[in-house]
């Protein structure tokens, strides 16, 4: 893996593309929980501060006024945390957002242990699981910051609901600033014939890490970025089983109700191989610098290697 | 029939009631929505009996002041119900959403003969009720708190975005105010001066598991929501006279700040046997039951004289 660190998160990226759509679209409106300076919607209020809403420390009340103004015709960013987005106003979300289809929009930042500094309380974990199972509801993971432009045009031009969840901090750079994205849609970012390894967000790079590993080992690893979790990329996943006969998936998410049990599922009933899934093991991760957590809880690119080689031995 | 003054639209949605003309006097539009709450009051008898199945005490504690708001002060037309300038109505407590389907169908909303489809697979009357099912409903509402709080949002965009007069009025029962959402939602009505926002508390003391005191106390009200940044008036939530000058003058105010309305009220209101009753909060009539609340009700339509 030979990236450019990147400059800056992919949250900044999303809150920046908001801000240029902002000179043209008019139309949609920015709701912020007092996180301004840290999901960076900061930046809109600044240029268009008649468009921007700051509702308090109220996630519950920040969403449901949300869904109000969407009831209405009007489009609606809400940023926040991912952990206080999905699991304190998820209901909100759940029946007055998704269940009549509005259009509000959710820059959830600190997903997985990209917030790994900050605690458990800070860390969105379960995030995926909750946003992937309520009807209507779109989910995107961008991996670096060119996606993450390219995820906030998806998000305000899909109609209905939609979940981008960002990283807290920059990784690296894997796109280039033109690179097409769609709803749906995936990136192979390594092409290889003996494992395929499907991830999404950060989790991109410690499966490229993997990669490199295992081609010193001998093993060719195919890498996909599903950058669109929902609706996912079935037919591309399904070619890459065709070809490798062997499926990892890593996320920086509990294992339980992830994308891997997603993934699994549907290899099990259409392309049946020896799978692997990578994720938290029903356990609270703590406090630590972002790879050194990783590391302790199996989510690093040499975690990702050793249990590949492992799926990739009982092919035979 | 009165004739429908909102907007330049021509109206052919007919309900058998419409909107007050502006010729009567206060004392007949007063007696007039008295007749038109008791036929609010027999639909909603009629649903929850038919569906065996409704919250009909936080209906009937609601009828008077809705029958107000929908059969004589809102700005609204059934025959567009998207009409932007129209008044909003939201039902924050959502399960007495057989008062708020009955208002619709009397207004020609939807037919009458509806109404007996409540909580059956394919109705367009769920058991709480959901805006893209059924036109007239301002948001979706069931669960306490967050009905309030789309309220909030509403009005935002009507005073900040469109920059439209039209009113939001919203329904809230007392024992919903345990809801923390509610006050967070009251921080935001008053940070934007949302004085196009009037909620209506209805105040009938009884919530599922008891009555307000013993469940979650939460007098003084008055004070919490002027602590909280709003106008505050109080009416006796039956008396139609003092429902009609009160929400007059709560649609007239310009205060620079949300107005909370008080209504006192009993729930069950209307049907003796249901009155003050916890029992009733969310119970279906058997067939006796149904029979003796109709029979109550027609009595008191004939006292009153049924509209021509």
């Known amino acids: ?316 | 029939m009165d004739t429908n003054t909102a907007g330049n639209y021509s109206s052919p949605a007919r309900g058998r009631y419409s909107r007050n003309a502006s010729n009567l006097t206060f004392d007949a539009r007063v007696a007039r929505l008295n007749r038109i709450a008791n036929t609010m009051r027999q639909n909603v008898v009629d649903m929850v009996y038919t569906a065996q199945s409704g919250h009909i005490g936080g209906a009937l504690s609601a009828a008077d002041f809705v029958t107000a708001l929908y059969f004589d002060l809102m700005n609204i037309d059934p025959a567009n119900p998207h009409w932007e300038d129209r008044d909003r109505f939201v039902l924050s407590k959502g399960h007495a959403c057989p008062i708020w389907y009955s208002a619709l169908a009397l207004r020609g909303y939807f037919p009458e003969s509806e109404l007996k489809t409540l909580r059956k697979n394919g109705s367009r009357l769920q058991g709480h009720p959901i805006a893209t099912y059924l036109p007239g409903l301002d948001a979706s509402t069931g669960s306490l708190g967050l009905g309030f709080a789309q309220a909030v949002g509403i009005a935002m965009e009507g005073k900040l975005l469109k920059k439209k007069d039209y009113k939001v009025f919203a329904v809230l029962g007392d024992g919903e105010l345990d809801e923390g959402v509610i006050w967070e939602a009251s921080l935001a009505a008053a940070k934007y001066k949302l004085d196009n926002l009037v909620a209506i508390v209805d105040m009938n003391n009884l919530q599922l598991d008891g009555t307000i005191d013993e469940v979650m106390p939460i007098e003084p009200v008055d004070a919490k929501f002027r602590a909280f940044g709003f106008e505050v008036m109080t009416m006796d939530g039956h008396d139609m006279a003092d429902v009609l000058t009160t929400l007059t003058k709560a649609r007239n105010a310009r205060a620079g700040k949300p107005i909370c309305i008080l209504a006192n009220t009993v729930k069950g209101k209307g049907v003796n046997f249901m009155e003050h009753q916890l029992d009733w909060h969310g119970k279906a009539p058997n067939d006796e039951q149904y029979k003796k609340a109709c029979d109550e009700l027609q009595a008191c339509k004939e006292l009153e004289g049924v509209e021509s």
């Open chain 1, 1 to 316: 893996m030979n990236l450019a660190p990147a400059k800056t998160p992919t949250r900044r990226a999303f809150a920046g593309r908001m801000t240029e759509r902002g000179e043209t679209n008019k139309d949609f409106v920015v709701f912020e929980s007092d996180l301004a300076k840290s999901t960076h919607s900061y930046l809109f209020k600044e240029k268009y501060p008649e468009r921007y809403f700051n509702m308090g420390i109220a996630e519950i009340g920040t969403v449901s006024a949300a869904a109000g103004m969407a009831a209405e015709g009007r489009s609606v960013i809400v940023c926040g945390y991912g952990v206080f987005i999905t699991m304190r106003a998820v209901e909100a979300i759940r029946s007055f957002i998704c269940y009549p289809h509005l259009n509000v929009k959710f820059l959830s930042s600190h997903g997985g242990l990209t917030a790994a500094i900050d605690g458990v309380t800070h860390q969105s974990t379960e995030d995926i699981a909750f946003m992937t199972t309520i009807p209507q509801m779109k989910v995107l993971v961008p991996a670096d910051t060119a996606a993450a432009s390219a995820a906030f045009d998806i998000a305000l031009d899909t109609p209905g609901p939609v979940f981008t969840r960002l990283m807290r901090d920059p990784m690296f750079e894997l796109y280039d600033a033109n690179e097409e994205f769609h709803l749906g849609g995936s990136k192979i970012v390594r092409k290889g014939k003996d494992v395929t390894i499907a991830t999404y967000g950060d989790m991109v790079f410690q499966s490229l890490a993997a990669a490199d590993e295992l081609a010193k080992k001998g093993i060719d690893a195919e890498v996909i970025d599903f950058y669109s979790l929902k609706p996912w990329d079935q037919a591309t996943l399904g070619e890459s089983l065709k070809k490798t006969q062997a499926l990892v998936v890593a996320e920086n998410h509990q294992k339980r109700n992830g994308f891997g049990y997603e993934a699994a599922v549907w290899a099990l009933q259409n392309a049946p191989v020896p799978t692997t899934l990578i994720g938290l093991e029903d356990t609270f991760a703590e406090s630590g610098s972002y790879q050194k957590t990783l590391d302790k809880f199996g989510l690093s690119g040499a975690a990702i290697a050793e249990k590949a080689a492992a799926t990739v031995a009982k092919k035979r």
